[in-house]
């Protein structure tokens, strides 16, 4: 069997020596030793992207081993996250703090080397993959990301000159570029010709139901040659067998990492599983175990011990572990030029420091806008008022919508778009170093690539859709949620008032199924005080995501002043809050509202009043903020001895009955909406003051048929 060539040089300059073919074989075998261990796990891509992997590490990557969270890094992500060995036998070679125990603990509880890589939890692990082509769709943020700090900290610069020029390197699979988000990612990284992005992918033609032609048979350089990528294939598999020329791997990737003015893709085909003798090239090594005979069959094609198990020849470890005096030149190189960079522009190297740190600056509240009470505004309009006051406070602020802008309201007024200037726009003008972000109609990759810019460095990432269209996203959601990222979700049209256009844009189960993401804020404000109030909760939260459920219909601002008998906005910081009282401060029924239904709420209560009976209405525009707050708040808000509750929110009641007790009642909609104007749909459905406090009523017998009870 052939092994990968040794030749010493290549046009473009790449030495490979025999410790580097036998640094690679090491590789190969601790992966076949670590699943074998395990006894479940993916050895075959590890195997076969073992010399890719070990090139990119050894002699493309700018990475420091010592500092893995070093500002000036290329980013790496391994989208066919399944293949985590890929990763964590180059952290171990290279020298990431990773050792041989963490790799025979592989997909053990609390080890170094899960499943999947797990950002914050290994070091050098940039992003959490495994669902297929998220990493992907991240790195295309990180790239994005890039180009924004380039502008905002250092324009000028010669191209490869700014400390903030760096390259960001995937490897991806099939499977990541068979799914939808990779269509909608790639199309847009060509779009915004990102040419610091470079994109390795494993063409093995295996799968986990064995020969991709089973499912799949478009020329995949093409495709993203019609994006606007620059493509090309490395073929090992020639006429005289399997010859994996890691000279010509190399000049293709420099090739790519070169060519700047666009992404690229290099096609490497390879076999699966090589070089172990009967189950390379095919589906069986994909996700499963060699076998001891499969696995001493492979290592003994390696010149390996057969009967050995995670074999480090000394002399192995120190060459690969000399990939560190690499990076402290490249260091040193990065260090005089970051260095001359804050000398030249202190005033962007202070605004660097505190976006890096994600802190903000001790007056932006004083930059948000107020509204006055007795006019009508849309939640999504005010939020949009917000993102337009909040622009020169927050520089890192930045974001966009899933071509819903005019919608959405994502637009601050006056930035100009992030696009190459040749797509600019009458009505959206802009240039690559731009701020307001353009999806298209690609909510998923939308979602992805939030996360990528977030992952990057210390921006805000924002992206607006309709509520309803949260489903696309939801993967993408779910993993920020999964990594704590702070990226903020738009989410406008936030209920059947959003009228005419029907059941299929009307979100009816999506608040609560949002609601069921761990980490997750689901934010819904009452009116323009409260979403005031809940930008800056989320702004001031770092360390997870946020989706801001807005309405499209007009709402009336609140009037808060004194004795209006109102709360201040600035209480929905808490998530749930005393809005109206009873006037002792002792109600007979408690009602629970959110978002637009709040001001039914409020209805409801002064007929109740005409009746004698007397309500707290509570605003709820965020259960996960509320449940953070103590017991002893949670229980002067919603008293335990208050047993007759009522919850309004025009979507279903899923999660409402945790906080009703056996008393309480729900006025919800458990069924899609239609086509309708929303007063139409309001009435038709119960929402109105009317069936709300008929609601309370039917609660509060029910409390005192429990009490005689």
């Known amino acids: ?312 020849p000394a002399e192995v470890l120190t060459h690969a572990r000399a990939v560190a005096d690499r990076a402290r030149d490249l260091r040193a190189t990065w260090d005089k030029r970051y260095a001359d960079w804050r000398a030249a522009h202190p005033g962007k190297a202070a605004l660097y420091d505190r976006i890096s740190a994600r802190r903000l600056p001790e007056d932006w ?111 993408a959601v779910r993993l920020a949620a999964m990594m704590g990222l702070p990226v903020t979700y738009v989410w406008t049209h936030d209920s059947i008032g959003l009228g005419e256009d029907g059941p299929t844009h009307q979100p009816v189960e999506h608040l609560w199924a949002l609601r069921g993401i761990p980490g997750l804020d689901v934010v819904r404000p009452a009116d323009a005080g409260e979403t005031v109030a809940v930008w800056r909760g989320v702004l001031e939260r770092a360390d997870r995501p946020a989706g801001l459920c807005l309405s499209r219909q007009s709402l009336p601002v609140l009037d808060r002043g004194e004795g209006s008998g109102l709360a201040p906005a600035d209480d929905a910081l808490r998530g749930g809050y005393v809005l109206a009282d009873a006037e002792d401060g002792r109600p007979d029924a408690v009602i629970i509202a959110t978002g637009s239904e709040v001001h039914l709420a409020l209805a409801a209560r002064e007929l109740l009043r005409a009746e004698g009976t007397d309500a707290r209405v509570v605003s709820m525009p965020c259960l996960e903020w509320f449940l953070e707050q103590s017991q002893d708040y949670r229980d002067a808000v919603l008293p335990p001895e208050i047993t007759a509750r009522v919850s309004v929110e025009a979507g279903t009641a899923l999660g409402w009955y945790a906080l009703l007790g056996s008393a309480g009642q729900t006025v919800s909609l458990d069924q899609f909406g239609a086509s309708a104007a929303p007063e139409a749909l309001y009435r038709r459905f119960g929402f109105t003051p009317a069936k709300v406090a008929a609601a309370v009523r039917a609660s509060l017998e029910r409390a005192r048929r429990t009490e005689r009870a």
């Open 1 to 312: 069997m052939k092994h990968q060539d040794t030749s010493a040089s290549s046009a473009a300059g790449l030495r490979w020596v025999e410790l580097d073919r036998r640094a690679v074989d090491v590789a190969r075998a601790l992966a076949v030793d670590a699943v074998e261990t395990a006894g479940h796990g993916h050895p075959g891509t590890a195997m076969s992207l073992a010399p890719a992997a070990y090139l990119l590490f050894q002699r493309l990557l700018r990475h420091d081993p010592a500092d893995p969270r070093w500002a000036g890094r290329d980013r790496f992500v391994l989208s066919c996250g399944h293949s985590s060995l890929t990763l964590y036998t180059q952290l171990y070679l290279s020298g990431y703090g990773l050792g041989l125990d963490d790799l025979k603990a592989l997909r053990t509880d609390g080890s170094l080397t899960p499943a999947h890589p797990e950002y914050g939890h290994t070091p050098g692990v940039e992003t959490t993959t495994g669902p297929l082509g998220q990493g992907l769709a991240n790195a295309v943020g990180m790239a994005m990301a890039a180009r924004r700090e380039r502008g905002l900290f250092d324009p000028e610069a010669e191209p490869g000159q700014s400390p903030f020029d760096h390259t960001i390197w995937v490897f991806a699979s099939d499977g990541d570029l068979e799914e939808g988000i990779s269509h909608e990612a790639g199309s847009l990284a060509g779009h915004q010709r990102l040419g610091n992005l470079v994109v390795l992918y494993d063409d093995n033609h295996i799968s986990i139901e064995d020969d991709t032609r089973i499912a799949q048979s478009e020329d995949v350089l093409a495709r993203f040659r019609s994006y606007g990528w620059h493509a090309e294939r490395v073929d090992w598999t020639t006429p005289d067998g399997y010859r994996e020329d890691v000279p010509a791997l190399y000049d293709a990737l420099v090739r790519a990492r070169d060519s700047t003015g666009r992404p690229s893709l290099i096609a490497l085909r390879t076999v699966i599983g090589w070089p172990a003798p009967h189950k390379r090239n095919t589906g069986k090594i994909h996700g499963a175990a060699l076998g001891a005979e499969e696995a001493a069959a492979a290592k003994r094609a390696m010149g390996l011990d057969p009967d050995a198990a995670f074999q480090v």
């Open 365 to 475: 509240t004083a930059h948000l806008p107020a509204f006055a009470p007795g006019q009508r505004i849309a939640t999504r309009k005010a939020s949009g008022d917000v993102l337009t006051a909040l622009a020169a406070a927050l520089p890192e602020l930045w974001g966009g919508s899933a071509d819903l802008a005019e919608s959405n309201n994502t637009t601050m007024r006056g930035e100009p778009s992030f696009v190459p200037e040749e797509f600019a726009t009458a009505a959206f003008p802009g240039h690559r170093y731009g701020r307001t972000l353009h999806f298209g109609v690609r909510e998923h990759a939308m979602g992805a690539i939030l996360n990528g810019i977030a992952l990057h460095g210390g921006t805000r990432p924002y992206g607006g859709t309709f509520l309803v269209f949260s489903d696309y996203m939801r993967p």
